[in-house]
């Protein structure tokens, strides 16, 4: 007994064949244009820096400057001793106390912070040379 195989001819100007591949190819592009659209926005993002980090040093490596009004006006409640350093963007010039740290730059500027005995800020003072003195206390908005 032998079997008999029969082939059928694909018709490939039929309207299914071209609607199967017409939806395959726009899918295509469409996908291929969400992977652009998406390389696109990452390298723009990734331009533009993104928001700050209220520890972020407020200085410049280059220059080791750094900002102590800045850094003053940024202080919150809760802030221990590693977090005001991270702030400022340097070690204390000096400490007096171990609850004491003071921050001077070269402008005249001056940051003198307070902690409490568990290493907890407890207030600040800023002054420089051409402004009042500033001064602020834990727990006091």
Known sequence: MSERHSTKKLDLNSSAVDAATTTTIT???????????????????????????????????SDDKFDLKSAFNRLKDGMRSGDVVALVGAEPNTTS?????????????R????????????????????SAELEWVAGNV
């Open 111 to 130: 940051l003198l912070v307070t902690f409490t005995q568990e290493g907890v800020v407890n207030g600040a003072k800023y002054n420089s040379n051409d």
């Open 27 to 61: 899918n295509r592009r469409r996908f291929f244009g969400h992977v652009v659209l998406a390389g696109a926005a990452s390298a723009v993002l990734a331009a533009c820096g993104g928001g700050s980090d209220p520890l972020e040093p407020t200085g410049s490596s």
């Open 97 to 109: 106390t171990s609850t004491t740290h003071i921050w001077t730059d070269d402008d005249g500027e």
